[in-house]
C-alpha cells in the first residue's frame, strides 16, 4: 500500500509539472497524459513488470516537460521551423533531463526524458543513440510519443487518421522506431485494445 501511495503522491507532482507546460502551449495540452497511458499500455504489452510500468508512466509524462525552456514563438509557431528554431526544439530533452534530475524521486527517469527522440538507426537526438543502446522506457515513450503526434492536431497540420498513423508506425519500425514494440503496438490496434484518446 505504502509503494502505491508513493506513486499517487509523485503523480500529482508530475501531473503539476505537465500542468505548467500545457498551460504555456495550448496545442500540446493532453499530449503528455495520452502519451502516458498508451506507454503504459505498450509496456504492459511487452510483458514489463508493474514498477517498470509506473517508471515508464512517470517518465512519459514527463518526456516533453523541458519544452518550458523553449521560447513561445518557436513552441507555438504555426509555420515551418527554421534549422535554428528547429536545433532549439532539439534541446528540450536536454532540458528536460537536467529539470527532472535536480529532483531525487525523478532520477529514476531521467533517462527516458533525455533520450526519447532518440532513434533506433541512430538518427536521433541528442546522442544518436543506436538500438538497443537506447533506454527500452526512452524506446517505448518514442512509438507513444509520435503515434499521439499523429493523430492529433497541429497548428501546422490536421490530424492523421488512425490508419495512416499506423501506417506510419509500419514503416517506421527498424528505423525510426524498435520493431519489437512497433508491432506491439499494431497487434494491440488489431485486438482493439489501443484508441484514440484525443478530444
Known amino acids: ?17 505537465t500542468t505548467a507546460l500545457d498551460a ?3 496545442y500540446t ?11 503504459v499500455l505498450l509496456a504492459q504489452g511487452l510483458g514489463l513488470s508493474f514498477p ?10 514527463l518526456h ?17 521551423l527554421t534549422e535554428q528554431e528547429f536545433a532549439e526544439i532539439r534541446q528540450h530533452p536536454v532540458i528536460g533531463a537536467k529539470i527532472v534530475g535536480q529532483v531525487k524521486v525523478l532520477h529514476g527517469v531521467v533517462d527516458i526524458v533525455r533520450f526519447h527522440h532518440e532513434r533506433f538507426d541512430g ?5 544518436g543513440l543506436i ?14 510519443d509520435a503515434f499521439d503526434a499523429m493523430i492529433s492536431s497541429r497548428p501546422y497540420r490536421t490530424a492523421y487518421t488512425f490508419e495512416k498513423a499506423l501506417a506510419e508506425i509500419k514503416l517506421g519500425r527498424g528505423s525510426q522506431f524498435d520493431p519489437v ?10 485486438k482493439g485494445m489501443i484508441y484514440s484518446k484525443v478530444n
Open 1 to 17: 500500500m505504502s509503494n502505491l501511495l508513493a506513486f499517487d503522491d509523485l503523480h500529482e507532482m508530475v501531473n503539476a509539472l
Open 24 to 26: 504555456k502551449s495550448h
Open 29 to 39: 495540452s493532453g499530449h503528455s497524459e495520452r502519451v502516458a497511458e498508451f506507454s
Open 52 to 61: 517498470e510500468q509506473q517508471r515508464i508512466h512517470i517518465g512519459a509524462h
Open 64 to 80: 516533453d516537460i523541458g519544452k518550458i525552456g523553449i521560447p513561445d514563438a518557436v513552441l507555438n509557431k504555426a509555420g515551418r
Open 123 to 127: 538518427k536521433g537526438y541528442p546522442e
Open 131 to 144: 538500438g538497443s543502446g537506447i533506454p527500452l522506457g526512452a524506446r517505448i515513450v518514442a512509438v507513444a
Open 181 to 190: 514494440i512497433a508491432d506491439v503496438l499494431l497487434d494491440m490496434h488489431s
